[in-house]
């Protein structure tokens, strides 16, 4: 039965700009890394070849270092790999793949479809019909071709393309590299392996993308997967297995404290986070100083645990308790400007005069509150 690995979306050479350079470089490092447990996935389950649905790089631009890396990470397969260029690699008459092709850096077992046409995989009798990008963005079906396309008798009919199914995705990203919804229909495609979509979407029996193998922006599509696709012969329905093959999980979370046990609860949702995740988190509502105290800490720990943690709290209303001031020692003039920045928090004109007054607040009772190392750091991240 002849078997494939189908992936796409690999990004290399993608920038973290966003995050503290130590975990940008991990980040970007991962994504090299996933290319080498993709590899060792493909020998242990002996697939007949990879299929990669474009996007290999993140840019043209990348350095020759990181496609020399890239290259050398698909060691761990020698059987074959067909690759075609998406929207961020296309196949340009000077492209990323060409400066690839002057260094000798890609493998003999690597076929670059940077044309249009069929790629022929004898030793399991299938053709791979590939639809390489020769421009950024088309408006033109590139699949098209397929339909005419003639193959071997009895042989296998892949099809490999990246872009858009039309009606499938969401409609601000179909106008640009449409793919017709019933390609595998009028091209009698077996199967149709897809790049572009970032997460894991099965579109129909013979049609998926599989999306990035390891996540790189806070989107909860189901990204870090492969897909191995089983085909027992031509016409037959394939076997399609999705694989997990990334290692961060980017976490997008909106904590709200309504009431004091909300805390207790966010307290241990951050405790509860792992050492690969990725996580941003913003927490809205209001609290007293002992809560904004415990929300603080507990960030920090997490901080500590995690892969990467950004978080926000411009949207948490900082509100000391009569007894909170009582306790700062915060009377006269000290209580007069606590009232007044907890009214402008609260009241304020504007956002922007809001978050001043929230940051003043959490300064002043950072300072007056001996139990709390530094509260002025939660405004500077806010």
Same mark, same amino acid.
């Given at each position: 039965?002849? !078997?494939? #690995?189908? *992936? @796409?979306?690999?990004?290399?050479? !993608? !920038?973290?700009?966003?995050?503290?350079?130590?975990?940008?470089? #991990? #980040?970007?490092?991962?994504? *090299? &890394?996933?290319?080498e447990q993709i590899a060792a996935l493909a020998t242990?389950? @002996?697939?007949?070849?990879?299929? =990669? @649905?474009?996007?290999?790089?993140?840019?043209? *631009?990348? $350095?020759? +270092?990181?496609?020399?890396?890239?290259?050398? @990470? #698909? /060691? $761990?397969?020698? $059987?074959?790999? =067909?690759?075609?260029?998406?929207?961020?690699?296309?196949? &340009? /008459?000077? /492209? =990323?793949? *060409? +400066?690839?092709? !002057?260094? $000798?850096? =890609?493998?003999a077992n690597v076929h670059l479809a940077l044309t249009a046409g069929v790629i022929s995989l004898e030793h399991c009798k299938a053709a791979v019909l590939c639809a390489p990008l020769t421009q950024r963005h088309t408006y033109n079906d590139t699949t098209d071709a397929f339909d005419g396309r003639q193959t071997p008798d009895g042989w296998l009919r892949i099809g490999l393309a990246h872009g858009s199914v039309e009606g499938i995705l969401p409609s601000e990203i179909d106008s640009a590299n449409p793919i017709a919804s019933n390609r595998c229909q009028t091209a009698r495609l077996d199967y149709l392996a897809l790049g572009d979509w970032h997460g894991l979407k099965i579109v129909n029996e013979r049609c998926a993308y599989s999306g990035t193998p390891e996540q790189e922006r806070f989107r909860g599509n189901e990204p870090g997967y492969c897909i191995v696709v089983d085909v027992d012969g031509p016409g037959a329905i394939p076997k399609l297995e999705a694989v997990r093959v990334g290692r961060y999980q980017w976490l997008d979370l909106s904590l709200s404290v309504a009431v004091p046990t909300d805390i207790d609860q966010i307290c241990a949702r951050l405790a509860s986070l792992a050492g690969d995740d990725v996580v941003q988190v913003a927490i809205s509502g209001r609290t007293d100083l002992s809560g904004q105290r415990r929300l603080t800490e507990a960030l920090g720990r997490a901080e500590a645990a995690v892969r990467s943690l950004r978080y926000d709290l411009a949207d948490l209303l900082l509100l000391p308790t009569e007894d909170d001031i009582a306790a700062l020692h915060a009377d006269g003039y000290l209580a007069q400007v606590i009232a007044e920045l907890r009214d402008e928090q609260a009241n304020g004109r504007d956002a922007e005069q809001a978050r001043v007054a929230r940051e003043a607040l959490a300064i002043l009772c950072g300072a007056l509150d001996t139990g709390v190392s530094s509260v002025s750091a939660v405004g500077a991240t806010a």
């Open positions: 039965m002849p !078997r494939f #690995l189908h *992936t @796409a979306d690999w990004q290399i050479g !993608r !920038r973290y700009s966003h995050f503290d350079p130590d975990d940008a470089a #991990l #980040l970007a490092e991962a994504r *090299t &890394l996933v290319v242990d389950r @002996a697939v007949d070849a990879v299929l =990669v @649905a474009g996007d290999v790089f993140d840019a043209q *631009t990348v $350095g020759d +270092r990181v496609i020399r890396r890239l290259f050398a @990470a #698909l /060691s $761990g397969f020698a $059987g074959p790999w =067909v690759m075609i260029p998406g929207n961020h690699d296309a196949a &340009l /008459s000077e /492209s =990323v793949w *060409t +400066r690839a092709q !002057r260094l $000798g850096a =890609v493998p």
